[in-house]
C-alpha cells in the first residue's frame, strides 16, 4: 500500500523557481539526490541547470545560467551539456554528470563549479582525473567510503574515480618542544579547510605523529 502525489513541478515545460515546489517549473528532470537535511537536489537536464528542493519547501536554481556549455566559474555564470545526474558527500560536494561534454563537474558548497574530470571530448582513458576520458557519462553512485561510480554509456563501461585521502606524518629533527603547525586538509571533492594547532614533540624517536589515515 502507499499514496503516490505530486511533491515538485507544476507539469508544464519551464525554468521557474517558486517559494511553492508544485509551482515551479522544470524541463526533462533526470537525477536526484539528497542530503543529510532531506533538501533534494535535481538535474534539470533540458534547461542544463541543478536545482534544489528544500525540505521546508520552495525550488531555487543552485547552479547553471541555463546555456549549453562547459564553463566554469561561479555557479550563475557556469554552464553545463545536458547534466545528467547528481550525487552528494559528506561535505555538501555536489557531483553531476554532464553527458554531452563528456565530463564529470563539481559544485562546492560555497557555489564554485569545476570540471573534475574528462571535457576534453569523448574517449575511453583511464588514468589521473587529467588523463582519463568518458564516452557520454549518464549516471552516478557514491559509496559510503567516497567512490564515485560512473555508468559510462558509449563505452559500455562502468568507471571509478577514487580519491586520494589525506595522511599526516613527521620525524622530528629539531629539539624536544612545542611547534606550531598549520594543517590544510583537502576533502575527496576538493574542498579545504586549514587549523592551526601546536605539536608538542615529547621523543626524538621518529617517528613522532601519523595520522591513521591511507592513501
Given at each position: ?180 603547525v598549520e594543517l590544510t586538509a583537502l576533502a575527496p571533492g576538493g574542498a579545504t579547510a ?22
Amino acid at each position: 500500500d502507499g499514496v503516490v502525489d505530486t511533491y515538485a513541478g507544476s507539469g508544464s515545460q519551464g525554468s521557474m523557481d517558486n517559494p511553492n515546489p508544485v509551482s515551479a517549473s522544470f524541463y526533462q528532470p533526470m537525477g536526484l539526490t539528497i542530503d543529510a537535511n532531506d533538501n533534494l537536489y535535481v538535474t534539470d537536464t533540458g534547461n542544463n541547470l541543478i536545482r534544489k528542493v528544500s525540505s521546508g519547501g520552495g525550488v531555487t536554481t543552485i547552479a547553471g545560467n541555463g546555456e549549453s556549455g562547459t564553463v566554469d566559474g561561479t555557479a550563475s555564470e557556469a554552464s553545463f551539456n545536458a547534466p545528467n545526474d547528481v550525487e552528494i558527500d559528506q561535505w555538501g560536494n555536489l557531483f553531476t554528470v554532464s553527458r554531452y561534454s563528456h565530463s564529470i563537474r563539481l559544485i562546492t558548497p560555497d557555489g564554485q563549479v569545476s570540471t573534475l574530470v574528462g571535457g576534453n571530448g569523448p574517449g575511453n582513458i583511464d588514468g589521473s582525473v587529467q588523463a582519463a576520458m568518458f564516452n557520454t557519462p549518464v549516471s552516478l553512485a557514491m559509496s559510503p567510503d567516497g567512490e564515485l561510480f560512473i555508468s559510462d554509456e558509449r563505452n559500455d563501461v562502468f568507471r571509478k574515480i577514487s580519491f586520494k585521502k589525506p595522511v599526516l606524518i613527521g620525524s622530528p629533527e629539531g629539539l624536544v618542544g612545542p611547534y606550531d603547525v598549520e594543517l590544510t586538509a583537502l576533502a575527496p571533492g576538493g574542498a579545504t579547510a586549514t587549523q592551526s594547532f601546536t605539536i608538542n614533540v615529547l621523543d626524538r624517536t621518529p617517528p613522532a605523529f601519523s595520522s591513521p589515515a591511507q592513501v
